[in-house]
Nanobody, 122 residues
């Protein structure tokens, strides 16, 4: 099994930046793709970004392209989401997840963290 713990969320003004971290423990982290998803009140959990095990390939939802960057350090069992140019509509609980392949589909991810709140104010 694997445990995922997100951190780095908080309150930030529009246009600001935050860096989310996802620390993984457990052997299952090995060889797995990683993704970030987010969920706002009353909305479905949606895909944000994903990265392959090697870090060589990334995918992003259109609304964050050019603003967010996903990265990982497998030696540290950590995945990051650097968020720049934050907008009010980025406000959500952000979840880290691990899966067998890097896709936009929630069903492809087996392990999930508890989430970290990101609030963007005007």
């Amino acid at each position: 099994q694997v445990q995922l713990v997100e951190s780095g969320g908080g309150l930030v003004q529009a246009g600001g930046s935050l860096r989310l971290s996802c620390a993984a423990s457990g052997r299952t982290y090995s060889s797995r793709a990683a993704g970030w998803f987010r969920q706002s009140p009353g909305k479905e959990r949606e895909f944000v970004a994903a990265v392959t095990w090697t870090g060589g390939s990334t995918i992003y939802t259109d609304s964050v392209k050019g603003r967010f960057t996903i990265s990982r350090d497998n030696a540290k069992n950590t995945v990051w989401l650097q968020m720049n140019g934050l907008k009010i509509e980025d406000t959500a609980v952000y979840y880290c997840a691990l899966g067998r392949i890097a896709t936009m589909e929630k069903r492809d991810y087996d392990f999930w963290g508890q989430g970290t709140q990101v609030t963007v104010s005007s």
